[in-house]
């Protein structure tokens, strides 16, 4: 998955020479959280409704400012952005990485789209398969050659459709492996896989 596939287009976007109150206004009014800031058409900065209540906040450094100040005196710059081509789990990790919101989508200069932290959930949650009608399996493989391949032509033998199937490390020698399946026999299906071998987390292995 892409991020062009994930983010939101059009995009709103505020002048930098606009004011906070009304850069506020237009997040209130659309319910968003990020604004990108531009400068004769071209993107410039971004701002937050965090940063704008911290401007205005009697706690703020150098004191609170006005709401009649203009946003390009307390926008972020420069901009971290994202290509419509990048894989999401790539801008995912900028986000994480750099503790940030929301991306502005750049084609060239060209601002495209915007994605945030709700984008990219909404991906994991199509990615995992959840949303359609499925059951959950995770078990834990050796990190090494064909035990994948092994599991899924194991399921497929036995006519379980895989809706998704995701792996992370478990530790240095083992990998866990969650797999969306198309049966709610999740129990049946993890004993039948306990037969042929394998170690499997979800779900539990029923007492008596």
Known sequence: MLVKDVMRYPVLTVDERATLRSAYQVMQDHQIRHLPVTKAGKLVGIVTDRDIRLAVSP????????????????????VLSADPLDPVEEAARLMRRRKI??????????????????????ALVTLTGVEKPSGRIEV??????????RLTQFLGR???????????????????????????????????????????????????
Do not use: C
């Not at 450094?61 to 307390?74: K, M, N, Q, T, Y």
């Not at 039948?192 to 539990?204: A, S, T, Y």
């Open 101 to 122: 919101g929301a991306l502005p989508v750049l084609e060239g200069e060209e601002l495209v789209g915007i994605v945030t932290g709700i984008d990219l959930l909404d």
């Open 140 to 149: 834990r493989l050796p990190d090494r050659p064909g035990e994948l391949g």
């Open 158 to 208: 036995e006519g379980i459709n895989i809706h998704s199937l995701l792996t992370y490390p478990d530790d240095p020698k083992t990998v866990r492996t969650v797999l969306r399946v198309g049966t709610p026999m999740t129990h049946q299906v993890a004993e039948m896989l306990r037969i042929e071998g394998f170690n499997v987390i979800w779900p539990p292995q029923k007492k008596g």
């Open 59 to 78: 706690l703020a450094e150098g004191g609170p400012r006005h709401l009649e100040a203009a946003v390009g005196s307390i926008m972020s710059q420069p």
